[in-house]
């Protein structure tokens, strides 16, 4: 009886796109259909507009200057709530008073891998939430603690540390990285460093993913991630 394989799957996200969220509550019933896999998950950072200032942008405002119109965006914000439905988000998008820079948040969620894996994805999962559904701007530093203290993280450290440029240029660095890797949108799920699925895609599509990359491990024709 073969041994059960450990693949890694890094998600590529940022914490202000509604189809990250999406996708990552696809990815949680994807890993709960891959049988014994073991799936080690980092969570990696990008940013859709870097160019926000830290006191970040008035969302109404800002959302209806990207989409260029108020039935556009209207049409884009039913589709999201349609799709969070299914995977029971709760999307409240017109609680929503900032457009933050999301740097902060990364930074947060890069210490939080120090602690876990599971207290970054739980970490995450609760800036999802505050954002999305608790309409909390997840640029404020105290939203941020907040989410940190919940997710097990030493609170006082990170405090202390978001007051500092601590790992700014390394989570810059992580961004191009993945754009020189060809990431131009997110959510994107990187299986062992070598495959990308792009894209919100259905559990179904993510776990078939997971178990090719996992059989390929098994017989030997995959170097393991670094």
């Given at each position: 009886?073969?041994?059960?394989?450990?693949?890694?799957?890094?998600?590529?996200?940022?914490?202000?796109?509604?189809?990250?969220?999406?996708?990552?509550?696809?990815?949680?019933?994807?890993?709960?259909?891959?049988?014994?896999?073991?799936?080690?998950?980092?969570?990696?950072?990008?940013?859709?507009d870097?160019?926000?200032?830290?006191?970040?942008?008035?969302?109404?405002?800002?959302?209806?200057?990207?989409?260029?119109?108020?039935?556009?965006?209207a049409?884009?914000h039913?589709?999201?709530?349609?799709?969070?439905?299914?995977?029971?988000?709760?999307?409240?998008?017109?609680?929503?008073?900032?457009?933050?820079?999301?740097?902060?948040?990364?930074?947060?969620?890069?210490?939080?891998?120090?602690?876990?894996?599971?207290?970054?994805?739980?970490?995450?999962?609760?800036?999802?939430?505050?954002?999305?559904?608790?309409?909390?701007?997840?640029?404020?530093r105290?939203?941020?603690?907040?989410?940190?203290?919940?997710?097990g993280?030493?609170?006082?450290?990170?405090?202390?540390?978001?007051?500092?440029?601590?790992?700014?240029?390394?989570?810059?660095?992580?961004?191009?990285?993945?754009?020189?890797?060809?990431?131009?949108?997110?959510?994107?799920?990187?299986?062992?460093n070598?495959?990308?699925?792009?894209?919100?895609?259905?559990?179904?599509?993510?776990?078939?993913?997971?178990?090719?990359?996992?059989?390929?491990?098994a017989?030997?024709?995959?170097?393991?991630?670094?």
């Open positions: 009886m073969s041994e059960p394989q450990t693949v890694q799957v890094d998600v590529v996200s940022d914490v202000v796109c509604p189809w990250c969220y999406i996708g990552k509550k696809r990815l949680e019933r994807a890993l709960q259909a891959v049988g014994d896999i073991e799936v080690e998950l980092r969570w990696r950072p990008y940013q859709l870097p160019t926000i200032p830290a006191e970040g942008h008035d969302r109404k405002a800002y959302m209806l200057a990207k989409f260029g119109s108020r039935e556009k965006l049409e884009a039913d589709a999201v709530k349609a799709a969070g439905a299914d995977e029971g988000i709760a999307f409240d998008l017109g609680a929503i008073a900032v457009s933050p820079n999301t740097l902060d948040a990364h930074r947060l969620i890069r210490w939080a891998q120090t602690v876990g894996a599971e207290a970054q994805t739980r970490l995450v999962g609760l800036l999802f939430k505050a954002y999305f559904e608790d309409g909390k701007d997840i640029g404020e105290t939203v941020l603690i907040e989410a940190a203290t919940e997710a993280m030493d609170a006082a450290l990170a405090e202390t540390l978001l007051a500092t440029d601590a790992d700014r240029d390394a989570v810059r660095s992580e961004i191009d990285t993945a754009q020189n890797m060809g990431i131009r949108g997110v959510p994107c799920f990187l299986i062992e070598k495959y990308a699925v792009m894209g919100a895609q259905d559990p179904a599509t993510l776990a078939d993913a997971i178990r090719q990359v996992a059989a390929m491990k017989r030997g024709e995959l170097e393991t991630a670094s």
